[in-house]
């Protein structure tokens, strides 16, 4: 890991195209900016681990749950509620 210290409104560069600002300090927060092409992904890391979390969890879920499901979910749109 390379470890740089910034002060406030500079930045560091990532491959020519991505360059990291910082724009603001707190006592325990820095705010980056990021500017980099469109082309780039860029994502906080807790996202990412929600992402592979539901990932999982969509893929450890069995066909005969997955039918049982869908045939619930079509049942209860056609469904007539009698709570008016």
């Known amino acids: 890991?390379?470890?740089?210290?910034?002060?406030?409104?500079?930045?560091?560069?990532?491959?020519?195209?991505i360059e990291i600002v910082v724009l603001e300090m707190t006592k325990d927060k820095v705010k980056l900016g990021v500017k980099a092409p469109?082309?780039?992904?860029?994502?906080?890391?807790?996202?990412?681990?929600?992402?592979?979390?539901?990932v999982e969890a969509s893929q450890a879920l069995s066909k005969d749950a997955l039918d049982a499901l869908m045939k619930f979910k079509n049942n209860s749109n056609g469904s007539n509620d009698s709570r008016e």
């Open 38 to 54: 469109r082309t780039v992904k860029i994502m906080r890391n807790e996202l990412i681990a929600a992402e592979n979390t539901n």
């Open 1 to 17: 890991m390379l470890v740089i210290t910034r002060k406030l409104n500079e930045s560091i560069f990532i491959d020519d195209s």
